[in-house]
């Protein structure tokens, strides 16, 4: 059974209790003679209690439990007003409704903050009652974070995981994980550093910061960040043990100090790759470990998705380079597709044999075979489609109709385990059989 039904079942059962005191009648009218029985019960009961003036928002009573979970003493606990720790208004709490039985309740969902400065999630239940003649809210408060959040980290995380797929940018994902994050930690300043071990330097996809401008590129050594990409170890650091590794020489001031940062390493199964962060200048309780935790959570896909788009960058300046390679290439080069189609045909292939490249893309590579040679040009097709490398000297025929004697090497071609075509090397061999013909 979940607590709130717990606590709702408890509070009937309370209403009951008091209904039999004689005193107390149907409109839940706690008189002098009965208000210490219902003050003991209150003050010991296990559930969090508070009593409120209905007038203005004054907290008039609470008991220990109260005290213990807000984190106030009793003295200091009824001088404040529920404003101080409700983000919503007295008002929110007005609208107390007769349920069945004669119960005047209701249940509110509110975010309250416990001396510490940190919100908690909670689910209050409020009823009316009058007690020493003024008219009170007797508040149950039942602490809901922990489910709360867990119900909002998945769904963070799932909306992360799916920009995450579909992002193709660094920058504006990261932005896009800067602003959910917002939603549960102080993101105002928010920067991803990634680490260039060839240069020895830290760079910058993103940077938000009230104090210091994006230094763009940065060596960083020293600082708390590249301790964090150091360590492996994620951080919730505030002054006292930015002060300690101060001492301990791990880490020196570099940018303007923050009261509170956290730091989470950008790990990947080939190592720490850069760093996550988040700081405060101005608030020290700014974070808690959940943030911590929660951070975490996020830098995976962060990491993830910068390592894929770096593989993807890659991919492209290695493809770009193989297509200069093979078009400037002093040898013919074709791809054809399993069916032995041209799909691509370097310049020195259109020389060779005397093609545009629109004459040729499209067509069958059997162009250029003289008919007495098709049996030998399909078994080729046939062995490269065993993935086997294939290396002969045999005949080819220009466009004029000009035979030549040429090498062919076939280099066969796989993605995701299945063959998608061959690639086709094009030697002239004319001049060789020119001078071995002159050496006979």
């Known amino acids: 059974m979940s607590e709130e039904k717990v606590v709702t079942r408890d509070l009937h059962s309370f209403m009951e209790r008091l209904r039999a005191i004689p005193s107390i009648d149907s409109d839940q009218v706690v008189t002098r003679r009965s208000e210490d029985i219902f003050l003991s019960a209150f003050h ?20 220990q439990t109260a005290c213990d979970f807000y984190g106030y003493t009793y003295q200091d606990f009824v001088t404040l007003n529920i404003t101080s ?36 999630d909670v689910t209050a239940f409020a009823m009316d009652l009058t007690l020493f003649r003024r008219s009170l809210l007797w508040l149950t408060i039942v602490d809901v974070t922990e489910e709360s959040r867990s119900r909002k980290v998945r769904a963070l995380l799932l909306d992360i995981n799916e920009a995450a797929s579909m992002a193709d940018d660094i920058s504006a994902f990261i932005g896009l994980v800067r602003d959910r994050l917002s939603g549960f930690l102080d993101t105002t300043n928010f920067y991803v550093a990634l680490y260039d071990e060839s240069e020895e330097t830290y760079h910058f996809p993103f940077f938000a910061d009230e104090e210091d401008e994006n230094p763009s590129s940065a060596r960083l050594e020293g600082s708390m960040t590249d301790y964090i990409r150091r360590t492996g170890r994620s951080l919730l650091v505030d002054a006292e043990l930015a002060e300690q590794l101060t001492r301990m020489g791990e880490i020196h001031l570099i940018g303007s100090p923050s009261k509170i940062y956290l730091g989470v390493p950008l790990k990947t199964p080939h190592g720490i790759i850069g760093v996550i962060v988040v700081q405060h200048y101005r608030d020290p309780v700014a974070y808690h470990e959940s943030d911590l935790d929660l951070l975490e959570f996020a830098s995976g896909p962060v990491a993830v998705l910068i390592e894929r788009l770096r593989a993807e960058s890659a991919l492209r300046d290695s ?10 290439s002093a040898e013919g080069i074709v791809f054809t597709d399993p069916n032995d189609i041209l799909l691509t045909v370097n310049r020195e292939f259109q020389r060779l044999f005397g093609y545009s490249a629109d004459e040729l893309v499209g067509r069958h590579n059997n162009v250029i075979v003289p008919e007495e040679l098709r049996a030998e040009s399909d078994s080729l097709v046939v062995q490269a489609g065993e993935e086997k490398m294939l290396k002969i000297d045999s005949v080819r025929r220009k466009k004029d109709g000009t035979l030549i004697d040429v090498s062919i090497m076939g280099v066969p071609i796989r993605r995701d385990d299945k063959p998608i075509g061959t690639y086709w090397v094009y030697r002239d061999l004319s001049e060789q059989r020119r001078a071995e013909s002159l050496q006979s």
Do not use: C, K, M
């Not at 010991?44 to 508070?50: F, K, R």
């Not at 929110?92 to 903050?113: D, F, K, M, N, W």
């Not at 493809?319 to 400037?328: C, G, K, L, T």
């Open 85 to 120: 720790i409700s983000t919503q208004p007295l008002s929110s709490l007005s609208e107390i409704s007769s349920l069945p039985g004669g119960t005047r309740t209701a249940q509110y969902s509110l975010h309250h903050r416990i001396s510490s400065g940190e919100f908690r």
């Open 44 to 63: 010991t009961h296990p559930a969090i209690q508070l009593l409120v003036s209905s007038e203005t928002g004054t907290i008039v009573d609470v008991n």
């Open 319 to 328: 493809e770009a380079n193989f297509r200069s390679f093979i078009r400037e």
